[in-house]
Nanobody, 127 residues
Framework: VQLQASGGGLVQAGGSLRVSCVDS????????MGWWRQAPGKGRELVTA????????YYDDSVKGRFAISRDDAKNTVYLHMNSLKPEDTAVYYC?????????????????????WGQGTLVTVSS
């Protein structure tokens, strides 16, 4: 399984950006997906996650009301829609697939709950 993230770039504060992640596998619809980010000099943190059936989502408090996660199982793709971006959103954003099918832990997720990771895409928000 390979996850390929894209869509990062430079955006001004208050702007919007959408990043995408394509799963090369054939069982994408069975897996929960998450977006993590790592800012310079900091650890990786979970930003948002979506259950395999799209029925539940989780958002970190720092992005609630600004970011939205969605998935298109027909395209094996998960999206992160980012609005009202702030300089503190600057980070490398990673998509990740849950470690097992039909597995979802939402806010209690740790990196070990995910077993496949994309290469990351850099989002830079200028002030």
């Amino acid at each position: 399984v390979q996850l390929q993230a894209s869509g990062g770039g430079l955006v001004q504060a208050g702007g919007s950006l959408r990043v995408s992640c394509v799963d090369s596998g054939r069982t994408f619809s069975r897996y929960s997906m998450g977006w993590w980010r790592q800012a310079p000099g900091k650890g990786r943190e979970l930003v948002t996650a979506i259950k395999w059936d799209g029925g539940r989502t989780y958002y970190d408090d720092s992005v609630k009301g600004r970011f939205a996660i969605s998935r298109d199982d027909a395209k094996n793709t998960v999206y992160l829609h980012m609005n009202s971006l702030k300089p503190e959103d600057t980070a490398v954003y990673y998509c990740a697939r849950s470690k097992a099918p039909y597995y979802y832990t939402a806010g209690g997720s740790a990196e070990t709950d995910f077993s496949s990771w994309g290469q990351g895409t850099l989002v830079t928000v200028s002030s």
